[in-house]
């Protein structure tokens, strides 16, 4: 058993949290504690937000979402890509408690932490293929969160351009299709090539659904998901499926912003509502995690790595 297979065995998380509780959590305990990665994603400005592993994605949607990939994992199509869940920091443009939360980076900051910090998993995913396809997942609104900062990124060009530069210098944007359920972003040179395709999940049936706290149930989610990918499948080879949820808690915790890389999922919504995914149990998912410890072991960048 190497490290990173010990990493969040011994983890036990609290009773369900209240609002007090967000303080520091349990699974901000174990990380600051345990975290292997120890990376930072620096902004233009400065900035500065911590790339850590987690250990506990909560129990909405972005645990849901995690059980989703871990599920791909029986589907003959998907033998072979690489799936994993990531954590992204809210920022002051998130929602009205965000905006008050001097913690917190402007939008811009944090776009651009976010764009190296996806552009680390390029590397590493794409780097010894000529042509590789990767899907990033996104999510919108929901109660709290008005302004998604994940939909922001994937909706914002001038960072997945960003983020392919960083993976690769001699990329250049080649051209960007509309699919039914998703954007294709295509790079090229070099004699390689990188599409991402980018699409956002919702989470209810409109936006004032959503923010009103009237959701999907989860196998309603699970199948848009499944929906959202058949158009990229039809293109082409899909290498990797990089889904990224917003760490709302984190707008009450006055702390350095935190991207996490999740390492397993206990895959039930709050609510109780269990779907084809749930599971009580905490569930093993490494993929991705093992993906940034090859960053790290690389350390040429876009992140920096501290020692440990």
Same mark, same amino acid.
């Given at each position: 058993?190497?490290?990173? +297979?010990? @990493?969040?065995?011994?983890?036990?998380?609290?009773?369900?949290?209240?609002?007090?509780?967000? &303080?520091?959590?349990?699974?901000?305990?174990?990380?600051?504690?345990?975290?292997?990665?120890?990376?930072?994603?620096?902004?233009?400005?400065?900035?500065?937000?911590?790339?850590?592993?987690?250990?506990?994605?909560?129990?909405?949607?972005?645990? +849901?979402?995690?059980?989703?990939?871990?599920?791909?994992?029986?589907?003959?199509?998907? $033998?072979?890509?690489?799936?994993?869940?990531?954590?992204?920091?809210?920022?002051?443009?998130?929602?009205?408690?965000?905006?008050?939360?001097?913690?917190?980076?402007?939008?811009?900051?944090?776009?651009?932490?976010?764009?190296?910090?996806?552009?680390?998993?390029?590397?590493?995913?794409?780097?010894?293929?000529?042509?590789? $396809?990767?899907?990033?997942?996104?999510?919108?609104?929901?109660?709290?969160?008005?302004?998604?900062? $994940?939909?922001?990124?994937?909706?914002?060009?001038?960072?997945?351009?960003?983020?392919? %530069?960083?993976?690769?210098?001699?990329?250049?944007?080649?051209?960007?299709?509309?699919?039914?359920?998703?954007?294709?972003?295509? @790079?090229?040179?070099?004699?390689?090539?990188?599409?991402?395709?980018?699409?956002?999940?919702?989470?209810?049936?409109?936006?004032?659904?959503?923010?009103?706290?009237? @959701?999907? +149930?989860?196998?309603?989610?699970?199948?848009?998901?499944?929906?959202?990918?058949?158009?990229?499948?039809?293109?082409?080879?899909?290498?990797?499926?990089?889904?990224?949820?917003?760490?709302?808690?984190?707008?009450?915790?006055?702390?350095?912003?935190?991207?996490?890389?999740?390492?397993? $999922?206990?895959?039930?919504?709050?609510?109780?509502?269990?779907? %084809?995914?749930?599971? +009580?149990?905490?569930?093993?998912?490494?993929?991705?995690?093992?993906?940034?410890?090859?960053?790290?072991? %690389? &350390?040429?960048?876009?992140?920096?790595?501290?020692?440990?």
């Amino acid at each position: 058993m190497d490290d990173l +297979d010990a @990493y969040g065995r011994d983890y036990v998380p609290q009773a369900p949290a209240a609002v007090a509780d967000h &303080g520091i959590r349990s699974g901000d305990r174990y990380v600051a504690q345990h975290d292997l990665l120890r990376a930072v994603a620096t902004a233009a400005s400065g900035a500065e937000a911590d790339v850590q592993l987690g250990v506990d994605p909560g129990t909405f949607y972005c645990a +849901d979402q995690l059980a989703n990939l871990i599920a791909l994992a029986g589907e003959p199509a998907f $033998t072979g890509v690489v799936t994993g869940f990531i954590h992204v920091p809210p920022d002051r443009a998130t929602g009205p408690a965000a905006a008050a939360a001097a913690h917190l980076h402007p939008r811009s900051d944090g776009l651009q932490q976010c764009a190296r910090v996806v552009a680390a998993a390029l590397r590493e995913l794409s780097e010894e293929t000529s042509n590789t $396809t990767i899907v990033l997942t996104a999510f919108g609104p929901f109660a709290g969160v008005a302004d998604n900062p $994940t939909a922001a990124f994937v909706a914002d060009l001038a960072s997945l351009d960003a983020a392919a %530069r960083l993976a690769a210098p001699e990329l250049t944007l080649a051209g960007r299709e509309q699919l039914t359920t998703a954007t294709l972003h295509r @790079y090229a040179g070099a004699s390689r090539t990188l599409t991402l395709a980018t699409t956002v999940l919702p989470l209810a049936a409109t936006a004032a659904d959503a923010l009103a706290g009237r @959701y999907f +149930d989860t196998d309603t989610t699970a199948a848009n998901f499944h929906r959202a990918l058949a158009p990229v499948l039809a293109v082409g080879r899909t290498a990797a499926i990089i889904s990224l949820g917003v760490d709302s808690g984190q707008v009450l915790r006055p702390a350095r912003p935190a991207f996490r890389v999740e390492t397993q $999922t206990r895959g039930f919504h709050h609510d109780g509502r269990r779907g %084809r995914t749930a599971s +009580d149990d905490y569930r093993r998912h490494l993929e991705l995690a093992r993906v940034f410890l090859q960053a790290r072991a %690389r &350390g040429d960048g876009p992140l920096r790595f501290l020692r440990r």
